[in-house]
Structure formats: structure tokens, C-alpha cells
């Protein structure tokens, strides 16, 4: 069965200090995967995809990394407006339409 | 662009009862998917419309149910309302014909609450 683990669960960080969300996935073939970013109230706002092993993203202090069991998000510098929950998601080779989401991560960045 | 707005923002149910979400689709944008996400979990695939039809499903009992109409707008209709039904209905857009990797424009969200 496909599936999506995040962790940690929650992440507190102080301003500036760097650190890295872990997001594990069992697909039957992998489409793509995909960053989200969720304040509270409202709805996931994507990030990136990424597609293939050894692929990384990059935006602003923000940066994505796939691997073929595991994407790492890797936070440099954080300030306290990326506080925020970070959802991970996958879509398999088979699926033309279901995205499946992770738990999240919960991150605060403590000024 | 007016991005993805869903109504309405808060709505309070009894168990039993029927309930209609609405959302309309940012500009340009004729796919359409439909998701739950319970407290401190990640959304749940529910269903996705393109061109008026269903093409995906995901585990969700008949009891829910779609509609999307020519202007690309969409409807979620569930029936005979569960406790567990509570949740935030988010809908979710993006355009047709772009590589899959687009990623989708999501609303605010509905808050729906069964009591």
C-alpha cells in the first residue's frame, strides 16, 4: 500500500537555526514528489516537485531533496514567517489523480 | 487571478443530515480534486473531476458525491452525515494539459462540524 511518514512530528527552532524535515514514502512507482506548506486556517500552498532520485529544489531559504525511499526539507536560516506546516505528498506511476499526503510536520521558529 | 474559493468557510451539521460544499476554481483551471483533512493530519484524496467528469476516486463511500459544471466550479455533496465526518474540505484546482508535476491551487477550505 502506498504511503507517506513525516517526521519529526513538531520542530521548534530559534531564529536562524538550520535543520532538515524528513519525509519516508512506499510507492508503487514513483510519479513525482511534492512540498506543501500549510498555515493555519488555510489550505496547503505548493512548494516544489521533484521527480527523480538525486533531484533537488531550491526557493529562497527553502531547499527539496529525493532520494528513491526518502525527500529531505532542508530549512537554512530560519526567520519566524517560515513557522508554518510542512506536508509532504506523493503520486504513484499509476495514479493520474490521487495525491497521497503525509501527516506534516509542524514547525515554529521562536524569534 | 482570484485563486480557489470555497464556501462556506464554517458550517455546523447534525448526524443524518445532507450537506453541499462549494468551490470555485481559479481562472483557467478545469481539474478539480476534493480532500478531507482531520485534525493534525494530512488531506485525503476524495475524488477528482475533469470536464464535468469523475476520473479518480479515492477510499470514500458513495455517500459522497461530485458535481462539476461548465464554468469548471464543483460541488461535494455528502449524505446521511457521520460524526466522523468532521473534518476541513479542501478543493483543489489546476489547469489541464500542463505536466503533471503543476501543482495544485488549493482554497481555504470548509470547516465542517457533525454533531
Known amino acids: 500500500e502506498d504511503q507517506v511518514t513525516q517526521s519529526p512530528e513538531a520542530l521548534r527552532l530559534q531564529e536562524g537555526e538550520s535543520s532538515s524535515l524528513n519525509c519516508s514514502y512506499t510507492v508503487s512507482g514513483l510519479r513525482g514528489l511534492f512540498w506543501y506548506r500549510q498555515d493555519p486556517g488555510k489550505g496547503p500552498e505548493f512548494l516544489f516537485t521533484?521527480?527523480?532520485a538525486g533531484e533537488e529544489k531550491e526557493k529562497e531559504r527553502l531547499k527539496a531533496t529525493l532520494t528513491k525511499k526518502e525527500s529531505f526539507l532542508h530549512i537554512t536560516a530560519p526567520k519566524p514567517e517560515d513557522s508554518a506546516t510542512y506536508l509532504c505528498?506523493?503520486?504513484?506511476?499509476?495514479?493520474?489523480?490521487?495525491?497521497?499526503f503525509g501527516p506534516g510536520t509542524s514547525l515554529s521558529v521562536i524569534p | 487571478e482570484t485563486g480557489v474559493t470555497q464556501s462556506p468557510t464554517h458550517l455546523i451539521k447534525t448526524r443524518g443530515q445532507q450537506v453541499t460544499l462549494r468551490c470555485s476554481s481559479q481562472?483557467?483551471?478545469?481539474?478539480v480534486s476534493w480532500y478531507q483533512q482531520a485534525l493534525g493530519q494530512g488531506p485525503q484524496f476524495i475524488f477528482q473531476y475533469y470536464r464535468e467528469e469523475e476520473n479518480g476516486r479515492g477510499n470514500f463511500p458513495p455517500r459522497f458525491s461530485g458535481l462539476q459544471f461548465p464554468n469548471y466550479s464543483s460541488e461535494l455533496n455528502v449524505n446521511a452525515l457521520e460524526l466522523d465526518d468532521s473534518a476541513l474540505y479542501l478543493c483543489a484546482s489546476r489547469p489541464g494539459g500542463v505536466g503533471f508535476g503543476y501543482g495544485y491551487t488549493f482554497g481555504s477550505g470548509t470547516r465542517l462540524t457533525v454533531v
Open positions: 505528498a506523493v503520486q504513484a506511476e499509476t495514479s493520474y489523480d490521487k495525491v497521497i
Open positions: 481562472s483557467g483551471h478545469n481539474t
Open positions: 521533484l521527480y527523480s
